[in-house]
């Protein structure tokens, strides 16, 4: 038996046995790359602040009151919001990407034109919410409460709104694309989601 070494890619090496090639891991590693949505805000963000535009990303906000509170166009992305009372907050325009907003309370809320792509919205209460034109791709509303929602051109690509509550919701125009619905079963455009 005839043992050949060949040279191979960064950090492996290859060895040949009897006609076999067999990959051997060596210490060698290829660092992880940088995390491009860190979940730890940078230092300069203040996660008191409050008010339109504000920069609230990656902050822990979970169990915090913003009822009624104008967040417009606030960068919100990789905020932990669970819990949080949004009730009647103005979101409009507000990137919520990456956003946990497991169990919120988003009742009333405007968000128009919001981004609230892979965000988490579990649990949560979007009862008369707006969301017109937001984008929730990839967003889980796992049991959400969406009670006459107002969704019309949302973009709901990829999003998972299995077992929510859409009693009266309007998805005028919304887009639909491997989106699983309330009763699991999955649609994309011209197709909607079941009543």
Sequence with gaps: MSIVSISPPVGRRWVALAGVALVIATTACTPDPV????????????????????DLHGCDLSNENFTEQDLSNAKLGGADLSNAKLSGARLDGADLTNANLYLADLSGATATA?????????????SSATLSGASLKRASLFQATALGTQFPGANLTEADLTG????????TGAVFAS?????????SSPATCPA
Excluded: H, M, Q
């Excluded at 929510?164 to 998805?171: E, K």
């Design 114 to 126: 919001a981004k609230f792509d892979d965000a988490n919205l579990e649990y949560a209460d979007l």
């Design 35 to 54: 995390d491009p949505n860190p979940t730890i805000p940078p230092v300069n963000v203040d996660c008191s602040a409050r008010g339109s535009g504000v």
């Design 164 to 171: 929510a509550d859409t009693a009266d919701a309007d998805f």
């Design 179 to 187: 989106t699983i619905c309330p009763d699991s079963s999955v649609v």
